[in-house]
């Protein structure tokens, strides 16, 4: 009676592990920096190989109709973290600070990180920051997160050797000659080992593909070959067959370090307790040289970086969930970065804080359910004389040249028009007074992030 007495006590307690176990799964956000709808195989990409992200998809969810917060680097992160689209996030655009760093998430804001620390994680930012210069309100440990190693100012992020590193609040220590790509990886390596006892959220901002073509010359030869056997590339000039080669040599190392990550999981018995999340912070750039035509970085779509069209905004998504979520699937729910939070939200069962723009994709994970849909996705931009988007119902209204005395409007229809070719505005103004509304109620006035039409 005694033995099954002490049984059952260890069945019910084991049960219960495994309960508190999956009820808090360790959370793995990866966002590239700059990679194109079209640079994952995954996506149509015939040139640069990504095996382990097409691994990555075939045993989760690939999203087709997934959305940036922003068009550049800080906005989209900030909407990533807070929940929120950039008509309400605080932070709207690349607001500039020397010697380093840019302007700060305010005090009062609440990121997914804060949350995730107050419901028993441990929180770490690996890779670049870019939402608030040193000793600001926007330092990583006041907004959420336990550790942060990597770039503070995005400025410093567009070289891959540099010469020193920020760990947490200190920046003494010495990289020099080391790719900070690598040791991002070895880092955040270290880190799921060390914390694989405990729920840990890791955001890993990998600075691939960005600004700078750097990558260790050993790690282009595979392309180096490739390049000469393809029909198209091989007849590219010296200087664009370089910068196409380092481009796709470092998205693929990009790809080679989530494979380890996934290994690493794996081997610590934790991918089953892991949601992997992949994903990008805005379209493809055309900097330092490279050309994003050349590989079809944006996917046949129409624009790149600092764009509202599809180019500049549509990226990759990419969700895995061994064992809860099924493998396999491909979904054209229409979601955005700032759906994040109220998913995570929604996995914990927690409250969401108010004033956040997010829907939980939850249910599209889970292939169950009711999937709650958006009514419109809103993005601004305030560079470029101010920038405006709004997309519903595969209608999308543009308004470029805000601050001008003479904003020009063009709509376009997603479903018969993808690469937004054909400006319909003139045949739909009944559906551009609609837009019009929606653009207008989704944008409230900031401080700092100012169209000429705010008081």
Known sequence: MRNTFLLLLLFTFNCYTVFSQSSKPNIIFILADDLGYGDLEVYGQDFIETPNLNQLSENGVTFTE????????????????TGMHTGHSPIRGNHEKFPQGQFPLPDSTVTIAQLLQENGYHTNV??????????????????????????????????????????????????????????????ALEYIEE???????????????????????????????????????SKLGPLKKKHTIKYASMVSLMDED??????????????????????????????????????????????K????????????????????????????????????????????DIPNPKGIDGISYLPTLL??????KHEYLYWEF??????????????????????????????????????????????NMQMVEKLKKMMNSAHSGNRVFKFKFDK
Do not use: M
Request: proline share 5%.
């Open 66 to 81: 997934h959305y940036a917060g922003s068009t550049v680097c800080a906005p989209s992160r900030a909407s990533l973290l």
């Open 382 to 427: 305030h560079g470029k004389r101010g920038r405006q988007a709004v997309l519903s119902d595969q209608w999308k209204l543009i308004k470029y040249k805000v601050n001008s005395s003479h904003p020009q409007l063009e709509l376009y229809n997603l479903s018969s028009d993808p690469s937004e070719s054909k400006n319909v505005i003139l045949e």
């Open 305 to 348: 970086k600092r764009d509202l069209y599809e180019g500049g905004i549509k990226i990759p998504h990419i969700v895995s969930w061994k064992g809860t979520v099924e493998a396999g699937q491909v979904s054209n729910h229409v979601s955005a970065h700032w759906d994040f939070f109220p998913t995570v939200t929604d996995i914990l």
């Open 126 to 187: 690996i890779g670049k920051w870019g939402l608030g210069f040193p000793s600001s309100s926007g330092i990583p440990s006041l907004q959420g997160f336990d550790n942060f190693f990597g770039y503070n100012c995005q400025r410093k992020a567009h070289g891959y050797y540099p010469r020193k590193l920020w760990d947490n609040l200190d920046i003494t220590k010495e990289y020099k000659g080391e790719y900070s790509h690598s040791v991002f990886t070895d880092k």
């Open 195 to 233: 914390k694989s006892k405990e729920p840990f959220f890791l955001y890993l901002a990998y600075t691939i593909p960005h600004a700078k073509l750097q990558i260790p010359k050993e790690k282009t030869t595979h392309y180096i070959d490739k390049i000469k056997t393809d029909s198209t590339l």
């Open 367 to 372: 292939n169950s359910g009711d999937q709650k």
């Open 258 to 303: 989530i494979g380890r990550i996934v290994h690493k999981l794996d081997s610590l018995n934790l991918l089953e307790n892991t949601i992997i999340i992949f994903s990008s912070d805005n379209g493809p750039h055309s900097e330092r040289g490279y050309n994003p035509k050349i590989l079809n970085s944006s996917g046949g779509l129409r624009g």
